[in-house]
């Protein structure tokens, strides 16, 4: 989100160039994150963190969940906030209800600078048509992290449109990943075993 938002592949592109682009920075950068207003989809555990981030760095957070949103988000429906973002994280779970959530009429809905970003799940978005938003210039950037089928067939041909950034689903990862998950899924069911809440709230889906 932070390389999207300061035009980084762009800036990246111009380098591998040997061009020297600093003087059009200014006019691939029509916000800083401190000024910008970022919707996040998905307020569980990591999407909450993600708004408490964001709000360091003084951006004005919108969210949707219908479980809710955190103190100092603005919720917000989500046709309606499109329109008015900046920028969109996707961070909520895969269920029959969100399956396809950020189709082809809601990237559209999104303003030409708006950069959008999905490491959740694949089968959210809509990775075609937000591939097409970019090349056409109607999406300002794209980070995409998790896809519809993995490895994904379209990757090359992504890859090589100005301002995609794609990852193997390995924005997690770290060398501490195993031992953590181990760690929460033991607890997990230690509590359950004990009749006792989970950690982590847990949704429901049939995926």
């Known amino acids: 989100?932070?390389?999207l938002l300061r035009r980084q592949p762009a800036q990246w592109a111009a380098a591998t160039e040997g061009r020297w682009a600093r003087g059009e920075v200014l006019g691939w950068t029509p916000v800083a994150l401190a000024d910008?207003?970022?919707l996040v989809v998905g307020l569980g555990v990591i999407?909450?963190?993600?708004?408490e981030l964001l709000q360091a760095f003084g951006a004005r957070v919108w969210g949707c969940d219908p479980a809710g949103v955190p103190s100092g988000v603005r919720s917000v429906d989500l046709d309606r906030a499109l329109s008015q973002v900046d920028a969109v994280t996707l961070h909520c779970a895969?269920?029959?209800?969100?399956r396809g959530l950020l189709s082809a009429?809601?990237?559209g809905r999104l303003q030409s600078h708006a950069v959008l970003v999905n490491?959740?799940?694949?089968r959210l978005l809509d990775v075609d048509a937000a591939v097409a938003a970019m090349r056409e210039g109607a999406l300002g950037g794209l980070a995409v992290d998790v896809f519809p089928d993995e490895p994904w067939p379209g990757l090359q041909a992504a890859a090589a449109v100005p301002g995609v950034w794609l990852t193997p689903h390995a924005a997690g990862v770290d060398r501490s990943l195993g031992e953590r998950v181990a760690n929460e899924v033991g607890a997990s069911l230690e509590a359950w075993a004990s009749g006792q809440p989970l950690p982590h709230p847990v949704p429901v889906s049939t995926e």
């Open 105 to 107: 009429n809601r990237i």
């Open 94 to 98: 895969l269920t029959s209800e969100t």
């Open 1 to 3: 989100l932070l390389g």
């Open 47 to 51: 999407g909450r963190r993600v708004a």
């Open 119 to 122: 490491t959740a799940r694949g």
């Open 36 to 38: 910008a207003t970022v």
